[in-house]
């Protein structure tokens, strides 16, 4: 099993910054890529952005290319969010994931976090 502890979230005015972090414990050696993804109300969950372990590969969103960062830190089991110039429709609760290949559908990952709400007012 693998756990997963997101932390960051918060309320912030619209082009203001926040950073999310994911940390993973457990059985981690069987995942090989970390990704982000967020729910607004009454919409389903969507890819943010996701980062794989070995090499650093970044894949991202649209809708948040530009303006959001996708960063890991090793030693710590640690992956990051950093995201900038927030919109209000960023606004959502956002879950970290892992899995072992890179997917951009919630149901290809085998593991996730409690979630993380971010509010973003205009």
């Known amino acids: 099993q693998v756990q997963l502890v997101e932390s960051g979230g918060g309320l912030v005015q619209a082009r203001g910054s926040l950073r999310l972090s994911c940390a993973a414990s457990?059985?981690?050696?069987?995942?090989?890529?970390m990704g982000w993804f967020r729910q607004a109300p009454g919409k389903e969950r969507e890819f943010v952005a996701a980062i794989t372990w070995s090499a650093g590969s970044t894949y991202y969103a649209d809708s948040v290319k530009a303006r959001f960062t996708i960063s890991r830190d090793n030693a710590k089991n640690t992956v990051y969010l950093q995201m900038n110039s927030l919109k209000p429709e960023d606004t959502a609760v956002y879950y970290c994931?892992?899995?072992?290949?890179?997917?951009?559908?919630?149901?290809?990952?085998?593991?996730w976090g409690q979630g993380t709400q971010v509010t973003v007012s205009s």
């Open positions: 994931a892992a899995g072992r290949f890179l997917a951009y559908t919630p149901k290809y990952y085998d593991y």
């Open positions: 457990g059985r981690t050696f069987n995942i090989t890529l």
